[in-house]
């Protein structure tokens, strides 16, 4: 088990950046797939972004590739989302969430393959 805590979110104006970090608990940080998700207000949590154990692959949907990065620090028990060019589309609080089971491209998208969540944090993109 990994206890994660998130945080870097906030107000920015339309195409801002904001950098959100994901810190986690325990040894075993390296052995958990790690992802991003977002949930809008009256919308269902969506995948947003996924990374490998060794951080050597890494998964987006198609709205923020190109936009956003994700990237991990397994020394630090850290796993990041840099966001770039940002949208009021992107608004939503964004959790960060963890898996031990092995995932590959759209097998990491479904929430329900996370066995581990933060408490989420707020971003607001205003146009």
């Known amino acids: 088990q990994v206890q994660l805590v998130e945080s870097g979110g906030g107000l920015v104006q339309a195409e801002g950046s904001l950098r959100l970090s994901c810190a986690a608990s325990g040894r075993t940080f390296s052995s958990y797939v790690m992802g991003w998700f977002r949930q809008a207000p009256g919308k269902e949590r969506e995948f947003v972004a996924a990374?490998?154990?060794?951080?050597?692959?890494?998964y987006y949907r198609d709205s923020v590739k190109g936009r956003f990065t994700i990237s991990r620090d397994n020394a630090k028990n850290t796993v990041y989302l840099q966001m770039n060019s940002l949208k009021p589309e992107d608004t939503a609080v964004y959790y960060c969430a963890a898996r031990r089971d092995y995932c590959s491209g759209s097998g990491c998208y479904a929430p329900r393959g996370y066995n581990n969540w933060g408490q989420g944090t707020q971003v607001t993109v205003s146009s």
């Open positions: 990374i490998s154990w060794s951080g050597g692959s890494t």
